[in-house]
């Protein structure tokens, strides 16, 4: 089992900048991935960025050039940096991490949600 907790939504400015971080515990040398999603009333829950195992990077189209998503040595904790923020970019962002299972499958652990709100 894996265990997130994450930390640094808050309310910001249109232009200005947020970092979301995120730790794990529990069977941390399993996780293949760690990563962001988030999500709005009335929407589905989208990826916006990913780290794999051997530091490749998937970013959405709508947050490339803009976020930048990172982790710590120990692969434990994952952030993301959040640069010229815009208003569209209010969500609830989730943490997540997704652990090999079987063959072919996977699964996600999320943790709590952190509240990002980009407004004058």
């Known amino acids: 089992q894996v265990q997130l907790a994450e930390s640094g939504g808050g309310l910001v400015q249109p232009g200005g900048s947020l970092r979301l971080s995120c730790t794990a515990s529990?069977?941390?040398?399993?996780?293949?991935?760690l990563g962001w999603s988030r999500q709005v009333p009335g929407k589905q829950r989208e990826l916006v960025a990913r780290?794999?195992?051997?530091?490749?990077?998937y970013y959405d189209d709508a947050v490339k050039g803009r976020f930048t998503i990172s982790r710590d040595n120990a692969k434990t904790t994952v952030y993301l940096q959040m640069d010229s923020l815009k208003p569209e970019d209010t969500a609830v962002y989730y943490c997540?991490?997704?652990?090999?299972?079987?063959?072919?499958?996977?699964?996600?652990?999320w943790g709590q949600g952190a509240q990002v709100t980009v407004s004058s």
């Open positions: 997540n991490a997704a652990v090999p299972k079987g063959d072919s499958d996977l699964t996600t652990y």
């Open positions: 529990g069977s941390v040398f399993e996780i293949d991935g």
């Open positions: 780290i794999y195992s051997d530091g490749g990077r």
